[in-house]
Nanobody, 120 residues
Framework: QVQLVESGGGLVQAGGSLRLSCAAS????????MGWYRQAPGKQRELVAAITSGGSTNYADSVKGRFTISRNNAKNTVYLQMNSLKPEDTAVYYC??????????????WGKGTLVTVSS
């Protein structure tokens, strides 16, 4: 059993910053890609940023240059540093972790989501 615990969401003014954290715990053999998704009202969930076990990163065009994803493998934790926040960044942010639990089981796990609200 794997649990993801997210933190760092909140209310911030446009131009401000927030840092999201997501820590994985439980039955973990190894962690592959870790990422952050977000879902704004009336929209589909979209990939914001992802980072592989080797440290390669990928970002949505809308956040390039403003957000930075990183991970601490010793702590099984992924972070999302969000700078220069805009009202359009307002959404529920979800952590996603691809985990190998055994030699034959690989699964995606989702956090419960943390709300980020950017006011103008």
């Amino acid at each position: 059993q794997v649990q993801l615990v997210e933190s760092g969401g909140g209310l911030v003014q446009a131009g401000g910053s927030l840092r999201l954290s997501c820590a994985a715990s439980g039955s973990i053999s190894s962690i592959n890609t870790m990422g952050w998704y977000r879902q704004a009202p009336g929209k589909q969930r979209e990939l914001v940023a992802a980072i592989t076990s080797g440290g390669s990163t990928n970002y949505a065009d809308s956040v390039k240059g403003r957000f930075t994803i990183s991970r601490n493998n010793a702590k099984n934790t992924v972070y999302l540093q969000m700078n220069s926040l805009k009202p359009e960044d307002t959404a529920v942010y979800y952590c996603n972790v691809n985990i190998r639990q055994s030699s034959i089981i690989v699964m995606n796990y989702w956090g419960k989501g943390t709300l980020v609200t950017v006011s103008s």
